[in-house]
């Protein structure tokens, strides 16, 4: 068995009362608003469904991870309810700006929301899903999702969810027994279905086709469907002020996260822009190995539209075309002032994550500012990647190394503001005393697809994953 479906000493009852009945006035809520918001639709019937990944942390908080591998390929390969939840798949309906082009014609196309559930903190919590087939929004697609796909969002999301930044879970892959031809990849190529956890799939887009449509009434049941449901919050007497409100703040902490962390996610759509601000549907992502504003991950993006060092301003514009959505249902005048703010609220998250990254405490003072310029300038040099150079300086004290030259020349400044900083993590855990950085960049994971497509050899994807969640433990502060 892959050691990522390994388990020991779990319950064997299968539910727990994280799993709300349908029957109970917690019933989950996105049936409340199911009628304006997505269509009935039924997952592939599935040549094979063979379990290569499930997630048990994940499912812990949701209290699945008692399920035995024949039940979890029950659920999350062949779809089958699980009880007292959604009785049948819903394909979420939307529009979206598409490099900057407004495109009507999307939606749900190869995937659907198949459960809510409430994890252990009382958050509501989709089970959303990626290649289960076909839905009325797929037009010339064929629903499914390569197993390269599948992996690679492993990948993406173990990745990001260590270096501190919210995003989706890869709860499940299963792969599916299909030959897929791909424009894209060498085909044909196998097949696979993946499920993620995720907090909402409520995209800006959604809102986007309610206000193209004119549906007022339910734009403003969205906006408080969002901030009662998602938010936790009372939605007040103007939903859409409370929405936009939390989205500028939210999705400007998600820019400065993907800065500190080096990654670019390719392809910032307005309908892959999560309302909660977590980071979800990963494609042509990639790592950027050194501080290069003009990187890009996706080959069709000619223009550099969504290049690492564009990301806070692609997010922004996006925002603003949710601004332009509520519009429809209160004051532009009211609006203007709320999206005015991202600026100042992206400036405060990019210095808390760029300095969460390093292990240090922001001070509250104009030193923050000045370490994280002067961190920044030495990483424009690309004398050093991003990875190494948080590597070395965990803590906020430099260890002795191949790169003594470099930090010399080009991280003087960072290092005499750093005398000034007390190191918050805990610098003793193992991982602080490997040769190199747990990093992810393209090479590394061409070589992890090449082991399971050529050898069907999934132990470098199981130890890296493994290698990752380690350098996540090495990254959290202590209580």
């Not at 029950?74 to 798949?89: K, Q, V």
């Not at 603003?320 to 004051?331: E, F, G, T, W």
């Not at 030259?405 to 610098?427: K, N, Q």
Request: proline content about 6%.
């Amino acid at each position: 068995m892959p050691a990522t479906t390994q388990r020991a000493g779990l319950r064997r009852t299968p539910f727990d009362l994280h799993i709300i009945p349908m029957a109970s006035p917690h019933q989950p809520p996105l049936a409340g608003i199911a009628d304006f918001l997505a269509d009935s639709v039924q997952s592939a019937d599935f040549p094979k469904t063979i379990l290569r990944f499930r997630n048990n942390s994940a499912a812990a908080s949701v209290g699945l991870d008692g399920l035995s591998d024949e039940e979890w390929v029950a659920h999350f390969g062949r779809f089958r309810p699980l009880p007292g939840n959604l009785p049948e798949p819903l394909a979420l309906r939307y529009h979206g700006h598409q490099f900057r082009v407004y495109n009507p014609d999307i939606g749900d196309g190869r995937g659907f929301t198949f459960a809510q559930l409430q994890d252990d903190k009382g958050r509501w919590l989709d089970l959303g899903t990626k290649g289960s087939g076909t839905t009325p929004y797929s037009r010339f697609g064929d629903g499914r999702l390569t197993l390269n796909g599948g992996v690679r969002e492993i990948l993406a999301t173990e990745m990001l969810e260590a270096l501190g930044v919210n995003t989706s879970k890869s709860f499940s892959l299963i792969e599916t027994g299909e030959d897929l031809q791909r424009n894209d990849e060498p085909s044909p190529t196998r097949s696979s279905v993946l499920v993620r956890l995720s907090h909402g799939h409520i995209r800006i887009g959604s809102f986007q086709r309610l206000a193209m449509l004119g549906q007022t009434e339910e734009l403003n049941r969205l906006a408080t469907y969002v901030i009662e449901h998602l938010y936790g919050e009372a939605p007040g007497d103007e939903p859409a002020l409370g929405l936009l409100e939390q989205v500028v703040g939210r999705t400007a902490r998600l820019a400065a996260s993907y800065m500190a962390a080096g990654f670019v996610h390719g392809v910032l759509n307005s309908d892959n822009i999560n309302v909660t601000g977590e980071s979800f549907d990963y494609g042509p992502w990639r790592f950027t190995p050194f501080w290069d504003p003009e990187f890009t991950a996706a080959y069709f993006d000619h223009q550099g539209l969504y290049a690492f060092g564009r990301q806070p301003q692609a997010i922004h514009w996006d925002v603003v075309q949710l601004a332009i959505a509520l519009s429809k249902v209160v004051d532009v005048e009211a609006l203007a002032p709320i999206l005015d703010t991202f600026p100042e609220h992206y400036e405060a998250a990019y210095g808390k994550a760029m300095l969460a990254r390093l292990g240090v405490r922001p001070r509250g003072d104009e030193d923050d500012l000045a370490l994280v310029q002067a961190i920044e300038r030495g990483l424009l040099t690309r004398t050093v990647g991003i990875d190494r150079f948080f590597f070395d300086w965990s803590g906020g004290r430099r260890r002795p190394g191949p790169y003594d030259r470099t930090y010399a020349e080009h991280f003087g400044e960072a290092e005499a503001i750093l005398a000034r900083y007390d190191g918050a993590r805990m610098t003793d855990h193992p991982y602080w005393s490997d040769a190199e950085p747990c990093s992810m960049h393209i090479d590394e994971v061409e070589a992890i697809w090449a082991a399971i497509d050529g050898q069907d050899d999934w132990a470098p994807l199981n130890a890296k994953v493994a290698a990752i969640r380690r350098m996540g433990e090495a990254h959290r502060w202590p209580n």
